[in-house]
Nanobody, 120 residues
Framework: QVQLVESGGGLVQPGGSLRLSCAASGSIFKINAMGWYRQAPGKEREVVAAITSGGSTNYADSVKGRFTISSDNAKNMVYLQMNSLKPEDTAVYFC??????????????WGQGTQVTVSS
């Protein structure tokens, strides 16, 4: 089993910054990729940013230039630095790890979610 624990959400004013962290533990043989998703009330979950084990990154158009995803592969951690936050960034943010937990066996794991609220 693999457990993901997120931290760093909260309430911030428009234009402010937050940094989310997600730590994975458990039976991890290799991590293929990590990502951050978000889900706002009444909306579907959407990908925000992703990073491969090799360091390649992708971002949703809505966050490009404002958010930065990074990882510490040795610690099985992924981060999301969020700058210039807007009210429309308000959502529950989830981390996701694509984990190889044994030879030839891969599974996606999710964090419990952390609330980010951008409001004055």
């Amino acid at each position: 089993q693999v457990q993901l624990v997120e931290s760093g959400g909260g309430l911030v004013q428009p234009g402010g910054s937050l940094r989310l962290s997600c730590a994975a533990s458990g039976s991890i043989f290799k991590i293929n990729a990590m990502g951050w998703y978000r889900q706002a009330p009444g909306k579907e979950r959407e990908v925000v940013a992703a990073i491969t084990s090799g360091g390649s990154t992708n971002y949703a158009d809505s966050v490009k230039g404002r958010f930065t995803i990074s990882s510490d592969n040795a610690k099985n951690m992924v981060y999301l630095q969020m700058n210039s936050l807007k009210p429309e960034d308000t959502a529950v943010y989830f981390c996701n790890f694509d984990v190889v937990y044994s030879i030839g066996a891969t599974r996606a794991y999710w964090g419990q979610g952390t609330q980010v609220t951008v409001s004055s």
